[in-house]
């Protein structure tokens, strides 16, 4: 077991540390994502072993059993919080979960958000405003760049209103605003 206060490993690492195809794989995902390195590849890549893993418990469930409002229950769960957090978008089914890709996740986190919302010139970038304190959620100050943000979330992405950025005549607002054009 362990002591409960103690971090443990949110990820796996690979069986075959050395196979090419996978290393390349795993470098265009870092490139272009912003990524620190490969663990927040891994992190991504067991988050999305989890949701499989539910479908999978939950085909199994309908194929044996014959509970339907339990089953209905795990499936409508699964789904509800895919759709909330808008990794998957529209009508979808348990078999669209384990279609799911990694870049599906990756797409979710705050730092990929601020670059695509144009708050940011690169992924890097935008990695560095959110650790330095410059981005904000609901005017909530958020340090964490892999911070999944849900569909609610996502529309009141911002500067933080003590951030120098704020202003429009800071310069790096302004170079945004000319690669934006």
Known sequence: ??????????????????????????????????????????????????????????????????????????????????????ILVGDVDIDDVLSMQVSDQLGRRLQTLVYRKGFARSPKQARQFITHGHIAISGKKVTIPGYLVNAAEEDSISYYSKSNLTSDIHAERKRIAKVGK
């Open 1 to 86: 077991m362990g002591y409960p206060g103690k971090n443990h490993k949110q990820y796996q690492t690979p069986k075959r540390p050395f196979e090419a195809s996978r290393i390349e794989e795993e470098t265009k995902l870092v490139i272009e994502y912003g990524l620190r390195n490969k663990r927040e590849v891994w992190i991504a890549k067991n988050e999305l072993r989890r949701y499989r893993k539910a479908a999978r418990e939950i085909i199994a469930l309908a194929s044996g059993s014959t509970d339907t409002a339990k089953i209905e229950t795990k499936r409508s769960q699964l789904l509800g919080y895919l759709k909330r957090m808008s």
